[in-house]
């Protein structure tokens, strides 16, 4: 074979993938698609990028050189099961087989342990960057061997997207830490769109702001510290004119967000590893409350008084941008602390300035605060949490206030801001000297013998709640 790599699947982000490696110096791409037609199409249009087309997967596995590497680009699920199938019957050991789909990484965990067994190499690799990312330079989370990253890792970095001089790429870890951090990766997603859908939200319906006047904020914010593709896109989005109704696109499109699981899979995760990522969840379930049209309407319809939307204060606009910027900050510590959990559990050894650096270019969140969050574990890769890093710690500091503004403005004007809210909750949590969890600790030992520890001294403790003369006692350390 003379291929150094090759692409199944060739739906859109595939053949993109492939043109990306096409184009460039020293790869050769070898593609295959399931129904030929896919293929044909690649190559009526681009046929003069030197791919080598095969009808069947067989001609596909002759063509790879050794060792033969493919990008599998189909839906996550059953039909990478199969796709992987065919190609472990064909490849020999030291082959490399990649899932750059969005898989979920427990799958991706058993896949590669299987395929080890048979002495092939399993890659499940995060891919973000969408549709145009895949084809001019998306960001890259390869997980799998080192062996296969020997291999890999020099066709990698000669596609992936460049931020600060550096192809945002690296290897993750092994077997599923790529995809385990590409899903943690599409949750921040969910909460930086949340953060955003909630700051337009304020500035219209309190800051009385027309989708024009937006546009501008947004393009304002975008040469701030906010400075990021999704904020970039928002101004496109709400510039974009509906030529039917003639009104702004988003004023006529149904406000019930979809989802593809990305997000779910984050939480679900995160909740068994007992990290709290408040942030990601409230943009996951805000996105099921938006898309129960029938509940939505009943209880509007049960309660037709919604308050009045409160004068807003001069520099509004400044508030909601400070609330803004200090969630998001929230959003990203939670998400590395899922990252930390998931590392430990797994048994991943994973850079999280790296992670940062990785996703600075190509991807969904890239942003120029991702340069603070490099700097900041550069300083101290043990931070405790990203709000304690000076930088970030400053900034929430002077925000603070105006969080706390437009959160209260929030409410009290009856404007859902679950975003904004529950990250400040986060930050008080987290910043109160004592919580409440001590009640519930006494709750639970009333009810339930669960036991308590004590702020005064060491040991373990149970009230005998039920005797009328109620004591304490020392439980033994259990064994
Ligand atoms: C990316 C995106 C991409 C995607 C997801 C999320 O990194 O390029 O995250 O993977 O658009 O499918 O989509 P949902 O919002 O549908 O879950």
Redesign the pocket.
């Known amino acids: 074979g003379q291929a150094n790599i090759g692409v199944i699947g060739l739906a859109v982000m595939g053949s993109n993938l492939a043109r990306n490696l096409a184009s460039r110096e020293g790869n050769t791409v070898a593609v295959y698609n399931r129904t030929y037609a896919r293929t044909q199409e690649l190559m009526d249009e681009h046929g003069d990028m030197g791919f080598i087309a095969s009808e069947d997967i067989d001609g596909f596995v002759a063509s790879l050189s050794k060792p033969r590497t493919a990008i599998i680009m189909v839906q996550a699920g059953k039909g990478t099961d199969a796709v992987i199938g065919q190609l472990a019957e064909r490849f020999e050991e030291g082959d490399i087989i990649v899932d750059g789909g969005?898989a979920n990484f427990h799958d991706t965990i058993r896949r590669e342990h299987d395929l080890r067994d048979k002495g092939l190499n399993f890659v499940g690799t995060g891919i973000?960057?969408?549709e145009e990312?895949a084809l001019k330079g998306p960001s890259i989370m390869p997980g799998g061997s080192d062996e296969a990253w020997e291999t890999l890792g020099p066709i990698l970095r000669s596609i992936a997207a460049v931020a600060e001089g550096e192809p945002c790429v690296t290897h993750v870890g092994t077997d599923g830490a790529g995809h385990f951090v590409k899903m943690v990766?599409?949750g921040i997603?969910y909460a930086d769109m949340q953060l955003i859908a909630e700051s337009y939200d304020l500035l219209r319906r309190v800051g009385g702001h027309s989708t024009d006047d937006l546009v501008k904020v947004f393009e304002q914010w975008n040469e701030g510290d906010l400075e990021s593709y999704l904020i970039e896109i928002t101004g496109e989005v709400l510039k974009q004119q509906d030529p039917e109704s003639g009104k702004a696109l988003v004023d006529v499109i149904r406000d019930e967000a979809?989802?593809?699981?990305?997000?779910v899979w984050t939480v679900q995760n995160a909740v068994g590893l007992g990290v709290p990522v408040s942030g990601i969840g409230e943009a996951v379930f805000a996105r099921a409350v938006s898309s129960k049209p029938a509940q939505r309407a009943a209880v509007r319809q049960a309660f037709p008084d919604r308050p009045d939307v409160v004068d807003v204060p001069d520099g509004f606009e400044d508030d909601v941008r400070a609330a803004l910027y200090a969630s998001k900050v929230v959003a990203y510590a939670q998400g590395f602390d899922l990252i930390i959990a998931g590392a430990k559990e797994y048994d991943w050894d994973i850079s999280l300035g790296d992670m940062a650096k990785i996703w600075r270019g190509g991807?969904?969140i890239r942003a120029q605060f991702l340069n603070r969050i490099v700097e900041a574990y550069d300083k101290n890769p043990e931070l405790e949490s990203l709000l304690v890093d000076p930088y970030f710690a400053d900034a929430v500091k002077e925000g603070e206030a105006a969080w706390r503004r437009i959160v209260g403005i929030a409410a009290a004007s009856g404007v859902p801001a679950p975003g904004f809210s529950s990250a400040l909750a986060y930050f008080d949590s987290l910043a109160s000297d004592r919580l409440p969890a001590s009640l519930i600790q006494g709750l639970r030992d009333f009810f339930g013998a669960h036991t308590y520890q004590r702020v005064d001294k060491d040991g373990t403790f149970h009230t005998l709640w039920s005797e009328d003369d109620r004591r304490e006692v020392e439980q033994e350390p259990s064994t």
């Open positions: 969005n973000s960057g969408g990312g990766h599409n997603e979809g989802s593809k699981g990305t997000g991807c969904i």
